[in-house]
């Protein structure tokens, strides 16, 4: 069964421009995190936020969570061809093991 | 680079014939967890290992089923295989159970 569900399932933006991903979820969490794939290959993992913190920055990445709402989002600022990819959260259950559960992810693409 | 290496690339199959996915982890991470990752969709979770022993199970069949080693590499056997099974196969590892995971490329399974 898949926690997370992002939203939109697919962006599409012009170079320079900020893209903006939403992610829901169902049940009280441990953390979230944020993971990029290109191409369907492996994933590599962006940002982790925890159920007590409310917003990270990492380079042109910001991650803000609600937990009251049970959503996150994931702001790319400046937008660059490189990042197309599909971007997917993946939640930690809390009292549960640790095992990542996704949502089905954002396509973003990118135009030059 | 995260350092986690997984083989063969890709394979393809026949379905009722049986398979065999590695993974070498990072030195020093003991934890692994492998996902299955249907066309379109996110990751799902099939199992986790910590230093050897399995730690938690997904929503798969026992016809799925995984072996650590102490040398940081990892399996994941599948017998009696079904045309669903086809997937990207993803293992991930970590330095312990609450760390950040980090994935390996995948391996491709088709089965005909």
């Given at each position: 069964?898949?926690?997370?569900?992002?939203?939109?399932?697919?962006?599409?933006?012009q170079?320079?421009?900020?893209?903006?991903?939403?992610?829901?979820?169902?049940?009280?969490?441990?953390n979230?995190?944020?993971?990029?794939?290109?191409?369907?290959?492996?994933?590599?993992?962006?940002?982790?936020?925890?159920?007590?913190?409310?917003?990270?920055?990492?380079?042109?990445?910001?991650?803000?969570?609600?937990?009251?709402?049970?959503?996150?989002?994931?702001?790319?600022?400046?937008?660059?061809?490189?990042?197309?990819?599909?971007?997917?959260?993946?939640?930690?259950?809390?009292?549960?093991?640790?095992?990542?559960?996704?949502?089905?992810?954002?396509?973003?693409?990118?135009?030059? | 680079?995260?350092?986690?290496?997984?083989?063969?690339?890709?394979?393809?199959?026949?379905r009722?014939q049986?398979?065999?996915?590695?993974?070498s982890?990072?030195?020093?991470?003991?934890?692994?967890?492998?996902?299955?990752?249907?066309?379109?969709?996110?990751?799902?979770?099939?199992?986790?290992?910590?230093?050897?022993?399995?730690?938690?199970?997904?929503?798969?069949?026992?016809?799925?089923?995984?072996?650590?080693?102490?040398?940081?590499?990892?399996?994941?056997?599948?017998?009696?295989?079904?045309?669903?099974?086809?997937?990207?196969?993803l293992?991930?590892?970590?330095?312990?159970?609450?760390?950040?995971?980090?994935?390996?490329?995948?391996?491709?399974?088709?089965?005909?």
């Amino acid at each position: 069964s898949q926690q997370g569900e992002e939203d939109p399932q697919a962006l599409s933006i012009q170079e320079g421009e900020n893209a903006t991903m939403n992610c829901s979820y169902k049940t009280s969490i441990n953390n979230l995190q944020w993971y990029r794939q290109n191409s369907g290959r492996g994933l590599v993992h962006l940002i982790l936020i925890r159920s007590n913190e409310r917003e990270k920055h990492s380079g042109r990445l910001r991650v803000t969570l609600d937990t009251s709402k049970k959503s996150s989002s994931l702001l790319i600022t400046a937008s660059r061809a490189a990042d197309t990819a599909s971007y997917f959260c993946a939640t930690v259950t809390q009292g549960g093991s640790e095992k990542l559960v996704f949502g089905k992810g954002t396509k973003l693409t990118v135009n030059p | 680079e995260t350092g986690v290496t997984q083989s063969p690339t890709h394979l393809i199959k026949t379905r009722g014939q049986q398979v065999t996915l590695r993974c070498s982890s990072q030195s020093g991470h003991n934890t692994v967890s492998w996902y299955q990752q249907a066309l379109g969709q996110g990751p799902q979770f099939i199992f986790q290992y910590y230093r050897e022993e399995e730690n938690g199970r997904g929503n798969f069949p026992p016809r799925f089923s995984g072996l650590q080693f102490p040398n940081y590499s990892s399996e994941l056997n599948v017998n009696a295989l079904e045309l669903d099974d086809s997937a990207l196969y993803l293992c991930a590892s970590s330095p312990n159970l609450v760390d950040t995971q980090y994935f390996g490329p995948g391996t491709r399974l088709t089965v005909l």
